[in-house]
């Protein structure tokens, strides 16, 4: 499924088992060397990577900083201070290249150690995978890349087999860096959260709040391994032999993900069921059928979107006879073949939700395939996310069930605001954190159901009714 970035003896450096929650952090870390991008120079601070207003100047080279203070925190700057003027006519990999290299020899660098709380040792340069002997000595492209900087920094860019070890390091283990309204901003590796896989159904992702990347989990883990974490390298909006092509061009490994091989649909033994949960299995009204009634205007073309490939996987609207989908956001067409792609996975999960019976697992497994193409406010999302609420509780899995829950209840909340089915759905998602031991959580969603109600009298008697009963029990557990 996965390629390994780094060796057995590495991956032993992962504390041995924990248990990771949704938003848990896994990694926060500063980047060991990074490079704003060419069309941000002017634009967004050369340390922070954030957007300025009112720059301030370097004054040997005319690099702009969002402060002072962030000027002085650039550390790495004095590296490359006097060559930038000339740096910024070659490519951003070129500049990459050279910071990376003066860090290397003149900061003596291949051993310098990030520390990390889920790693038992500091994660070195050193340590990450380089794959040099699958970069091939005739590809005239890196040829170019090392005889330019052979001019430009001959001691530091030493021999080819050298280059090589650098460079592969480099971009196996580096990170498109994006700002505050997701658009790519800079370059940046990182040496702890390099040492994570990859999968194209990624249980953890990586946001950027500033130059630090933060990692997080966005599903419940227990007992977990390094092994069982994945982020995705690329964009998950690409198409299925994109992605695969990228993947081995790039990181030199073939993707045998859920999503790479096709839908595969489980049966999966649940426990047995207890009857005593009985009510919190899926009696109240659809909120898809709630979302469709109260959804007006332009809100509707949510119902039928994949999410962008070209920008940051923004709506696009596209019915099943749609032959070709324009972006609003980013004006550009969507590829073909991500179109058939996003047809092909609407038909595969619409005969999953039309079969008689549904196998434990199946919307799970389906919500995961349409993760990176299908938009989350499609109608088709929207009902996997309701069935596959119910397979938790049937499971008895609550913990997932309730995340599931959250989803929903945004979700109803940007659409079916006050409606009958949002606030059932609202106290469902309190009587799954009251199940979970989670009593203040469940509170405040009782407090948020009598909100969502207060336009409607006799439902709001029933959640008063509600949260009546919901006070009586939480006195009685203490």
């Not at 340390?47 to 962030?70: D, Q, R």
């Not at 919500?367 to 938790?392: F, H, N, Q, R, W």
């Not at 309730?402 to 909340?413: F, G, N, P, Q, Y």
């Not at 759905?425 to 469940?442: C, F, K, P, V, Y």
Request: charge should be neutral; hydrophobic fraction near 35%.
């Amino acid at each position: 499924m996965t390629r390994k970035k780094s060796s057995p003896r590495i991956s032993k450096d992962f504390v041995e088992v924990i248990n990771l929650k949704r938003n848990d952090e896994l990694f926060r870390s500063s980047p060991f060397v990074h490079i704003v991008m060419q069309g941000c120079i002017e634009t967004h601070c050369q340390n922070c990577c954030n957007k300025f207003i009112n720059p301030v100047e370097c004054v040997s080279c005319g690099s702009l900083y969002c402060s002072e203070l962030c000027r002085q925190d650039d550390e790495d700057h004095d590296l490359v201070c006097q060559l930038l003027p000339g740096l910024y006519k070659y490519s951003d990999q070129t500049r990459f290249m050279v910071k990376l290299l003066r860090k290397l020899d003149v900061k003596k660098a291949w051993d310098l150690g990030e520390p990390s709380k889920y790693l038992t040792r500091s994660r070195k340069f050193r340590h990450l995978l380089s794959h040099s002997d699958k970069l091939a000595d005739n590809d005239q492209a890196l040829r170019y890349l090392y005889n330019l900087l052979k001019n430009i920094i001959p001691l530091e860019t030493r021999t080819w087999n050298y280059f090589k070890e650098v460079y592969g390091r480099l971009t196996i283990n580096s990170f498109e860096m994006t700002d505050v309204d997701d658009f790519a901003v800079g370059w940046g590796l990182y040496l702890a959260p390099s040492i994570l896989n990859h999968s194209c159904v990624p249980n953890a992702e990586a946001n950027f709040e500033g130059k630090e990347i933060v990692i997080r989990m966005t599903v419940n883990i227990e007992n977990c391994k390094l092994e069982d974490i994945f982020i995705s390298y690329i964009s998950l909006s690409a198409p299925t032999e994109v992605r695969k092509a990228k993947l081995l061009k790039y990181y030199h490994f073939e993707c045998l993900c859920l999503r790479c091989q096709g839908l595969k649909l489980s049966w999966v033994a649940a426990e047995r069921f207890n009857p005593k949960h009985a009510d919190l299995l899926s009696n109240n009204p659809s909120i898809s059928n709630a979302i469709n009634d109260y959804a007006k205007g332009k809100e509707r073309d949510y119902f039928w979107s994949l999410r962008c490939p070209n920008c940051t996987g923004r709506p696009v609207k596209c019915t099943p006879s749609q032959r070709e989908a324009i972006c609003k956001f980013c004006q550009n067409k969507v590829d073909d073949k991500f179109i058939n792609e996003y047809k092909e996975v609407i038909l595969a999960v619409t005969q999953m939700l039309d079969s008689d019976t549904t196998p434990l697992d199946a919307p799970q497994e389906c919500l995961e395939l349409m993760t990176g193409i299908v938009y989350p406010y499609s109608t088709i999302y929207i009902k996997c996310l309701e069935l596959a609420v119910d397979d938790y509780i049937f499971q008895n899995n609550f913990r997932l069930a309730a995340d599931a829950c959250h989803s929903l209840v945004k979700t109803c909340r940007r659409f079916a605001r006050h409606s009958s089915a949002c606030v059932k759905l609202i106290m469902r998602t309190s009587r799954l954190h009251e199940e979970l031991g989670e009593w203040d959580q469940a509170a405040d969603f009782m407090k948020q159901a009598q909100v969502e109600a207060y336009l409607d009298s006799q439902l709001l008697e029933e959640v008063m009714r509600k949260t009546k009963e919901f006070n009586y029990r939480r006195t009685n557990s203490t």
